[in-house]
């Protein structure tokens, strides 16, 4: 690797990072606001804050993966795929590239 690609590497982790502690301040922040405007108006929800962080997250996960996928089922499996051997769903730690297409 040379001092050009380490650099670079460098500066993509902790671009990366940056960009996930950010996505992690707003939904924490929104479910702050959410939490606040229930607790102001009195609202009785029950136990569990609809706009909590586990509905939050799951919110930017979905739409990100809309916009990955862009409506093509092959690049929804190959995410879906990946996603589950994450979560150790495979025993054998399935991962899943996409192959390109050929164009006529």
Not at 70 to 89: E, F, H, P, R
Request: aromatic content about 6%; hydrophobic content about 35%.
């Amino acid at each position: 690797m040379t001092e050009l690609d380490e650099e670079f590497t460098e500066l993509l982790e902790k671009n990366e990072h940056k960009l996930l502690k950010d996505i992690e301040l707003a939904i924490k922040e929104c479910e702050k606001k959410c939490k606040k405007y229930v607790v102001q108006h009195n609202i009785k929800i029950g136990e569990i804050l609809p706009a909590n962080t586990d509905y939050l997250k799951a919110i930017v996960m979905s739409y990100l993966f809309e916009d990955l996928h862009k409506n093509n089922k092959d690049v929804a499996k190959v995410i879906l795929t990946n996603m589950a051997g994450q979560a150790g769903l495979y025993e054998d730690n399935t991962h899943v590239e996409l192959t390109p297409s050929k164009q006529d």
